[in-house]
């Protein structure tokens, strides 16, 4: 997900990262706080107080990010969960999940942990704001800290609004998921709560912008999309997840798909094949024996006026781990191999026997009919009940 982001430390085991992104809110967080907020509660301070008050502040805000993130990741762990690392980014930070909870009571922990954590931060600083009023420390530093403890505490109201992906979101999830039996059901809901919140988030930047509170609007705008976007992405991966578990791949594989011989040209393979069965992949077989795969990328490479003399042999790629995968292979590995390398076409062969093929197509077909009669499952058969 953050492919640009660089390790800059490691914390409690845990990889804590920074994705370029992450410097325009630092940045814009340390410009309004040095000329805008400490300005107004703190007055009468030189210039270089303020960028100095705005500089801690946000390392500081920054860092309890990285503690909240870091309360899911230990409770993650503790449950077997496996955590990937934890990264700052724009729109603040996530600890990245290698793979989602298998229980809903571990679902339920590992989301309330980081808004647990913000709750214990902003006491903590809300009481050094006060010990420091009444040690005389002075204003800067006690507005610093009483700022921190504000903060953290927007963050934890905010994350527990009942909004997937947010924390709260994914609290409601684990309630539905708990109830029901149906993390896909419950998926689903958290996360059309989470696109109604997005939404509600958008309009409410737009009505900011048409008040003249440009960078406000935008900032609620671009979060709201990007809340949006998380709340589908989780809902399809949790599809993808359901819909493929237990899956292999000779239960989704096209079987006896149509086969060249090798002695055959290419404008034959062409135009006998390919555009006949509207097909840009095929398996070369010889006498039963499964010998590799011709595609169009393999044509692209060969000008075609040197077709009509160029046989199939000569040119096809031969099996191997790369473009062949076992029946029994579990349909998510390969859908990991997919995103890993981008090809999405494979042959299916026991040693060299063909069995069929699987495509990405194949994979994307099946899963968008599951969700369709899954949906339908659920608005049908409770009319079928009560009659």
């Given at each position: 997900?953050?492919?640009r982001?660089?390790?800059?430390?490691t914390l409690?085991?845990?990889?804590?990262?920074?994705?370029?992104?992450?410097?325009?809110?630092?940045?814009?967080?340390?410009?309004?706080l040095?000329?805008?907020?400490?300005?107004?509660?703190?007055?009468g301070?030189?210039?270089?107080?303020?960028?100095?008050?705005?500089?801690?502040?946000?390392?500081?805000?920054?860092?309890?990010?990285?503690?909240?993130?870091?309360?899911?990741?230990v409770?993650?762990?503790?449950?077997?969960?496996?955590?990937?690392?934890?990264?700052?980014?724009?729109?603040?930070?996530?600890?990245?999940?290698?793979?989602?909870?298998e229980?809903a009571?571990?679902?339920?922990?590992?989301?309330?942990?980081?808004?647990?954590?913000?709750?214990?931060?902003?006491?903590?600083?809300?009481?050094?704001?006060?010990?420091?009023?009444?040690?005389?420390?002075?204003a800067?530093?006690?507005e610093?800290?009483?700022?921190?403890?504000?903060?953290?505490?927007?963050?934890a109201?905010?994350?527990?609004?009942?909004?997937f992906?947010l924390?709260?979101?994914?609290?409601l999830?684990?309630?539905?998921?708990?109830?029901?039996?149906?993390?896909?059901?419950?998926?689903?809901?958290?996360?059309?709560?989470?696109?109604?919140?997005?939404?509600?988030?958008?309009?409410?930047?737009?009505?900011l912008?048409?008040?003249?509170?440009?960078?406000s609007?935008?900032?609620?705008?671009?979060?709201?999309?990007?809340?949006?976007?998380a709340?589908?992405?989780?809902?399809?991966?949790?599809?993808?997840?359901?819909?493929?578990?237990?899956?292999?791949?000779?239960?989704?594989?096209?079987?006896?798909?149509?086969?060249?011989?090798?002695?055959?040209?290419?404008?034959?393979?062409?135009?006998?094949?390919?555009?006949?069965q509207?097909?840009s992949?095929?398996?070369?077989?010889?006498?039963?024996?499964?010998?590799?795969?011709?595609?169009?990328?393999?044509?692209?490479?060969?000008d075609?006026?040197?077709?009509?003399?160029?046989?199939?042999?000569d040119?096809?790629i031969?099996?191997?781990?790369?473009?062949?995968?076992?029946?029994?292979?579990?349909?998510?590995?390969?859908?990991?191999?997919i995103?890993?390398?981008?090809?999405?076409?494979?042959?299916?062969?026991?040693?060299?026997?063909?069995?069929?093929?699987?495509?990405?197509?194949?994979?994307?077909?099946?899963?968008?009919?599951?969700?369709?009669?899954?949906?339908?499952?659920?608005?049908?058969?409770?009319n079928?009940?009560?009659?």
């Amino acid at each position: 997900m953050f492919s640009r982001a660089v390790k800059i430390f490691t914390l409690q085991g845990f990889d804590i990262r920074l994705d370029p992104s992450w410097l325009l809110i630092a940045t814009l967080i340390t410009w309004t706080l040095s000329r805008q907020y400490f300005p107004q509660v703190v007055e009468g301070q030189p210039e270089t107080t303020y960028l100095l008050m705005a500089l801690f502040a946000m390392l500081a805000f920054f860092g309890s990010l990285i503690l909240h993130e870091l309360a899911h990741s230990v409770v993650a762990r503790f449950y077997g969960v496996k955590i990937k690392s934890i990264t700052l980014f724009l729109f603040g930070g996530v600890a990245e999940l290698e793979a989602e909870p298998e229980e809903a009571s571990v679902e339920f922990w590992v989301a309330l942990a980081g808004p647990a954590m913000s709750v214990a931060l902003a006491a903590m600083f809300w009481f050094l704001a006060r010990v420091g009023q009444f040690a005389g420390l002075g204003a800067p530093i006690t507005e610093v800290l009483s700022y921190l403890g504000l903060i953290n505490l927007v963050l934890a109201l905010f994350n527990l609004v009942p909004a997937f992906p947010l924390d709260g979101g994914r609290v409601l999830r684990a309630y539905l998921w708990h109830r029901s039996g149906d993390v896909l059901s419950a998926t689903k809901i958290a996360a059309n709560s989470g696109s109604t919140f997005a939404y509600v988030l958008m309009a409410l930047g737009l009505l900011l912008l048409f008040g003249g509170q440009t960078a406000s609007g935008l900032w609620q705008i671009f979060i709201g999309i990007f809340l949006l976007l998380a709340a589908r992405s989780g809902y399809e991966q949790q599809l993808m997840k359901t819909s493929l578990r237990g899956k292999t791949v000779q239960s989704l594989m096209s079987k006896n798909p149509v086969t060249c011989h090798p002695d055959i040209t290419l404008s034959m393979l062409v135009n006998r094949i390919m555009l006949v069965q509207r097909s840009s992949f095929v398996p070369v077989v010889e006498d039963g024996v499964l010998l590799g795969i011709v595609d169009s990328h393999v044509l692209s490479l060969i000008d075609q006026e040197n077709w009509s003399n160029t046989k199939v042999g000569d040119v096809f790629i031969a099996t191997d781990t790369n473009n062949c995968v076992p029946p029994d292979m579990p349909v998510q590995d390969l859908l990991n191999r997919i995103t890993a390398t981008g090809q999405r076409k494979y042959l299916v062969a026991v040693g060299h026997t063909l069995l069929g093929v699987v495509t990405l197509s194949d994979l994307l077909g099946y899963i968008n009919l599951f969700n369709t009669l899954h949906t339908k499952e659920r608005t049908i058969w409770p009319n079928a009940r009560s009659g």
